[in-house]
């Protein structure tokens, strides 16, 4: 058979050197491809689209999703209160500032134990350095230190501990009132994109996703909340206890009302178009009642003031004279 192959070679005019030569620069060829498309990397329109992914705001969760704080083990147990119900209610007053990590509680009760150390010890650690004469204070700060008695000093001890222990719960309901305060002033606007949203042609749970994105840098605020209720609604929970529980995050009577509405909206079939629609003009016209009231109240305060202000240079007016004339009869 190989025989018959070369004869029939021969005539066609290929020789064995032809055919080792024809080989060889396929050989080569192939090589050559095939390095060429593992050097070319991939397809310029994968390129691209990598490109585009890259730039496109990347969605992560950056804590959004909400812990339940678990109950405290060890030496835990000294500094965090074992009651649920006390402790429940620290993390909801720690979530409507916007403190909601997995060690939130634990991390507030150990700051206000630290702080309610640490400033006391840096005081007696002041007193004995600047007595041993390790630290020097300025002249009159070192005479007052100086002069200050054991009950001084246990009295500003005192004060210190009060400080320390309860400074970071009234910085907490300041956090809370401006929080929800950012909030209030926030989310008519958020409404509003969410309507535009939703009459564009976008879902509901779209236009949250796209709106508390939209509003990250100007509104964090309600921008996390709806992100957090977005994250949940993912993540298995169902939409009614995700926005109910946004709602009960935030603290705010607008956002209950509109997680109500829209939970009813679903529930019977309307249009979340609509639906939107009728609570913002509901909403513009709810803020147009309170300012109203507001303006309403200013005169009757004013009048407390001006009262207040006026009524000593009345007194002073009408009673003077007689005081005098009395001061001068009984003087004479």
Same mark, same amino acid.
């Given at each position: 058979m190989f025989e018959a192959l070369a004869t029939h070679l021969q005539t066609a005019g290929l020789t064995p050197q032809m055919l080792i030569i024809l080989g060889a620069g396929i050989g080569a060829m192939l090589v050559?491809?095939? =390095?060429?498309?593992?050097?070319?990397?991939?397809?310029?329109? =994968?390129?691209?689209?990598?490109?585009?992914?890259?730039?496109r705001p990347m969605v992560e969760d950056r804590g959004l999703l909400r812990y339940k704080s678990a109950d405290p083990k060890g030496m835990m147990k000294t500094l965090i209160p074992a009651d649920r119900k006390q402790r429940s209610e620290v993390e909801r007053q720690l979530a409507l500032a916007g403190f909601t990590g997995p060690h939130s509680v634990r991390n507030y009760y150990l700051l206000r134990l630290g702080l309610g150390i640490v400033l006391p010890t840096v005081l007696l650690a002041l007193i004995w350095a600047t007595r041993a004469g390790i630290v020097v204070l300025p002249q009159a700060l070192d005479t007052r230190i100086g002069g200050w008695s054991q009950l001084h000093v246990f009295q500003i001890l005192s004060a210190l501990v009060a400080i320390g222990f309860f400074g970071p719960s009234i910085g907490l309901r300041s956090r809370v009132q401006e929080r929800r305060r950012a909030i209030e002033e926030s989310f008519p606007?958020?409404?509003?994109?969410?309507?535009?949203?939703?009459?564009?042609? =976008?879902?509901?749970?779209?236009?949250?996703?796209?709106?508390?994105?939209?509003?990250?840098?100007?509104?964090?605020g309600i921008a996390e909340e709806m992100l957090a209720a977005q994250r949940e609604i993912q993540a298995g929970k169902s939409r009614d206890r995700a926005l109910l529980d946004m709602a009960a995050r935030t603290g705010v009577d607008e956002v209950t009302a509109f997680a109500n509405v829209v939970l009813q909206s679903m529930q019977f079939g309307t249009s979340i178009s609509e639906t939107l629609t009728t609570h913002a003009s509901e909403m513009r016209r709810n803020r147009e009642f309170c300012a109203q009231e507001m303006a309403n109240k200013l005169p009757v305060k004013m009048s407390v003031v001006m009262a207040s202000l006026m009524l000593p240079a009345l007194l002073l007016l009408t009673l003077g004279p007689v005081v005098i004339r009395y001061l001068r009869f009984f003087a004479g």
């Amino acid at each position: 058979m190989f025989e018959a192959l070369a004869t029939h070679l021969q005539t066609a005019g290929l020789t064995p050197q032809m055919l080792i030569i024809l080989g060889a620069g396929i050989g080569a060829m192939l090589v050559v491809f095939g =390095l060429s498309g593992t050097l070319a990397g991939r397809d310029p329109v =994968l390129r691209r689209m990598a490109a585009q992914g890259r730039r496109r705001p990347m969605v992560e969760d950056r804590g959004l999703l909400r812990y339940k704080s678990a109950d405290p083990k060890g030496m835990m147990k000294t500094l965090i209160p074992a009651d649920r119900k006390q402790r429940s209610e620290v993390e909801r007053q720690l979530a409507l500032a916007g403190f909601t990590g997995p060690h939130s509680v634990r991390n507030y009760y150990l700051l206000r134990l630290g702080l309610g150390i640490v400033l006391p010890t840096v005081l007696l650690a002041l007193i004995w350095a600047t007595r041993a004469g390790i630290v020097v204070l300025p002249q009159a700060l070192d005479t007052r230190i100086g002069g200050w008695s054991q009950l001084h000093v246990f009295q500003i001890l005192s004060a210190l501990v009060a400080i320390g222990f309860f400074g970071p719960s009234i910085g907490l309901r300041s956090r809370v009132q401006e929080r929800r305060r950012a909030i209030e002033e926030s989310f008519p606007n958020a409404l509003d994109l969410i309507q535009i949203s939703v009459e564009a042609g =976008l879902g509901f749970d779209a236009s949250m996703i796209r709106v508390g994105n939209e509003l990250e840098k100007t509104a964090p605020g309600i921008a996390e909340e709806m992100l957090a209720a977005q994250r949940e609604i993912q993540a298995g929970k169902s939409r009614d206890r995700a926005l109910l529980d946004m709602a009960a995050r935030t603290g705010v009577d607008e956002v209950t009302a509109f997680a109500n509405v829209v939970l009813q909206s679903m529930q019977f079939g309307t249009s979340i178009s609509e639906t939107l629609t009728t609570h913002a003009s509901e909403m513009r016209r709810n803020r147009e009642f309170c300012a109203q009231e507001m303006a309403n109240k200013l005169p009757v305060k004013m009048s407390v003031v001006m009262a207040s202000l006026m009524l000593p240079a009345l007194l002073l007016l009408t009673l003077g004279p007689v005081v005098i004339r009395y001061l001068r009869f009984f003087a004479g």
